[in-house]
């Protein structure tokens, strides 16, 4: 029996396939402007048995395919974390447009979770726009804000207001990998906040996209003063979480 | 073929063009959401008639009524006495402010971060779009929140016939003293209103009518405690939006019918949802017609709701008067006793409510909680914590909520939503 779980994100769609709780193949993709069709794309020749969706596209896929069954991202992340780290009792999740963090039971069951809500403040979209902002590919920003020497207070957390923030600080003739690590430590600070609200404790998953950034791993750890734990893929847990919790139906 | 009622819109003084586009939206809402559902009640049959004449037969009773010399008195609370109005032998209208509304103009009298309810009341007026506004000889206003408190200033240059109610903030002697002082000189204005004279007799039968229309909400409320629940939340929602317009001796024969209805359906385990539905407690702020967006979010993602902790349901209809005074001093005091125990948020400190909401909780048999805020709503968001906190300690997960009427954050709420439901249900 293999089964599929495809999370079908806002800047990203993931693909996995589990065979006897063994991941089998994973496949990544942009979402673009057509999800169903990108998701269709990165489905292509490829077999399973059953598919469970998850992610802000998750209805549409089920409208799209008549046998997929839907779960939340949030199902979906504690599901891809523990199967990772079977430890882990809190996760933060960060992706393209939206973050979230979940307290976990022993079990693994979710019984407390934050979601950001309306807009994209502090995600992966925020930094994205940021990076570009200050002249950075996506990857040279995290090891960049890494390597400042200090960082300089960015207190807009509005892709909007930052950005004028940021602009008024280049006008300033300020240090760019400064305002990058200040643009991180702005994001660590509203994640420790998401955080705090669930009463996480104990072994902490960091997951999505977000989590490719060293920096920001690092800034996390800094504030948590304890590890943080990152999955090999990060941005794979939703889809991996959605494969297992369908694996566990049958 | 429906009535034609363009004329008597237009002798309101109505915005015609506004109210055919609000009637539309209202229409296309009431199909998408109500109609929709499965597994209705029979009963609910009246119910879809009377929001289908929400603006038409209703108003033109209401016309009918004012042309036999009766006074109709439009309120916005609960704190508002029923009983008073009727002993005076007027009619007493909710006036429900549950959609966004000519919001532009809204906000040059209103800042932008007013909570929805407030700024839909002024949209509204505004937008001259509501007949029980328009048609009231009357509209009482009442200093709840800081919002409403001032808003109502705002509001006193825009209507001619605004009367305030002042309340007290705490649960204390002199807060007492001052709710039956305020119910004493509603009783005067409502006297000179009508040129009616309240009497014993009159307020007696007040009483009873209104007890007999919260009686019969009580009897919903326990049906509910059936699993599988025989009636849909936002079907339970609608008769208690209801409530606050319709004749109110109707009413409660309607809702006694329903529940004649419901009562057959438990018997047979028949339910609105399937027996094991996922089983969720709303509390929090109130949701006037034709506010139903979190509600049919929650019973479109899996889950049913067995109460309405609000003032729109519980908080508003709970306890009944005891009628056996025979003063009106008596009468006077026997409902002020009654009306005291509303647990609104604007009291100080309020551990009624938190309790209220644990007793609910388990009554109903929920599995969780959504704590509902409007955005902006300071009493409500701010007891919302300590809630969530009271619940969580004696294992009753609870998920907090803050939204307005718009409907642009309903992708982010379903997601929110389906979540908790997984949560409650694993």
């Known amino acids: ?36 069709s990108q998701a269709r794309k990165v489905m292509k020749g490829i077999k399973f048995d059953q598919i469970m969706a998850t992610g802000y596209g998750r209805n549409l896929f089920e409208v799209a395919y008549d046998d997929a069954s839907t779960v939340t991202e949030i199902k979906a992340h504690a599901a891809g974390v523990r199967c990772e780290f079977p430890e882990a009792l809190a996760i933060l999740d960060i992706g393209g447009q939206d973050s979230k963090s979940i307290r976990l039971n ?65 006008a300033k003739g300020q240090d760019r990998q400064e305002i990058a690590r200040g643009l991180h430590s702005s994001v660590v600070k509203r994640a420790v906040g998401m955080l705090n609200r669930v009463g996480a404790q104990g072994p902490i998953v960091f997951s999505g996209g977000v989590a490719q950034n060293p920096c920001m791993v690092q ?10 734990l990152v999955p090999d893929h990060p941005q794979m847990m939703g889809a991996l979480g959605a494969a297992m919790i369908m694996a566990a139906k049958q | 073929m429906r009535e034609d009622y363009t004329p008597m819109w237009e002798s309101l003084g109505m915005d015609l063009s506004a109210h055919d586009a609000l009637l539309g939206v209202l229409e296309q809402g009431y199909r998408d959401i109500y109609l929709a559902q499965k597994n209705r009640p029979e009963g609910m049959g009246y119910f879809d008639f009377v929001m289908s004449e929400v ?45 966004d509304f000519a919001v532009e103009e809204v906000e040059k009298h209103l800042p932008r971060n007013t909570c929805s309810l407030i700024k839909s009341s002024f949209g509204f007026k505004l937008g001259k779009v509501c007949p029980y506004l328009e048609c009231a000889d009357m509209i009482v206003g009442e200093n709840t929140c800081d919002g409403k408190k001032k808003a109502y200033e705002i509001f006193a240059g825009m209507v001619d016939n605004l009367y305030v109610m002042d309340l007290p903030q705490v649960k204390s002697t002199q807060g007492r003293a001052l709710l039956k002082e305020e119910f004493e000189r509603f ?31 009580h009897r919903l409320a326990i049906l509910r405690k059936a699993d599988p629940a025989p009636i849909s939340g936002l079907d339970a929602l609608l008769a208690n939006q209801v409530f606050f317009y319709d004749n109110p001796a109707r009413f409660t024969e309607s809702v006694n019918k329903i529940c004649d209805e419901l009562e057959v359906r438990i018997k047979e385990n028949q339910g609105a949802f399937p ?26 993602s899996g889950a049913v709701i067995v109460g309405e902790e609000a003032c729109v349901g519980e908080r508003g209809t709970r306890n009944l008067t005891d009628d056996s005074g025979q ?18 948020a604007i009291f100080t400190p309020n551990q009624e409510r938190s309790d209220h909401i644990v007793d609910m909780a388990q009554a109903y048999g929920a599995n969780g909680v959504i704590h509902y805020g409007l955005q902006f709503c300071q009493p409500y968001i701010m007891e919302s914590i300590p809630v969530e906190n009271t619940l969580e300690n004696l294992g009753i997960p609870c998920m907090r909520i803050e939204t307005d009427y718009g409907m642009e954050d309903v992708g982010q709420l379903k997601t929110r939503v389906e979540a908790f439901i997984e949560q409650i249900s694993d």
Request: negative net charge; contains cysteine.
């Open chain 2, 327 to 344: 003063s009106l001093d008596e009468l006077m005091e026997a409902f002020t006793d009654r009306y005291f125990k509303v647990d609104c």
């Open chain 2, 55 to 99: 603006h038409g037969l209703r108003i033109k009773e209401l016309l009918d009524e004012k042309k036999q010399n009766r006074k109709i008195i439009g309120s916005y609370c609960v704190f508002v006495p029923e009983e008073i109005v009727l002993a005076g032998g007027a009619t007493l209208i909710g006036l429900c402010s549950g959609a």
């Open chain 2, 187 to 217: 009783k005067t204005a409502v006297e000179e209103l009508t040129g009616n004279k309240i009497t014993v007799e009159a307020l007696k039968e007040g009483i009873k009518v209104v007890n007999a229309k919260r009686a019969a909400l």
């Open chain 2, 275 to 300: 027996s094991k539905t996922p089983r969720i407690l709303i509390s929090g702020c109130p949701m006037a017609v034709p506010n139903w967006k979190l509600p049919w979010i929650i019973e479109t």
């Open chain 1, 106 to 170: 022993d079990q693994g069951r979710v019984v407390k979770f934050e979601m950001n809500d309306r807009c994209a403040a502090g995600t992966g979209k925020f930094l994205e726009i940021m990076a570009h902002n200050l002249g950075f590919s996506l990857d040279e920003f995290g090891p960049a804000a890494l390597a400042a020497q200090k960082d300089l207070q960015i207190n807009s957390m509005c892709t909007v207001f930052a950005e004028s923030e940021v602009t008024s600080l280049i």
């Open chain 1, 1 to 36: 029996m293999i089964c599929a779980g495809i999370d079908i994100g806002s800047r990203s769609i993931e693909l996995v396939l589990v065979e006897n709780e063994k991941v089998i193949e994973t496949r990544q993709t942009d979402t673009g402007f057509d999800p169903i």
């Open chain 1, 219 to 228: 800034m996390m750890a800094d504030a948590l003063g304890k590890e943080i």
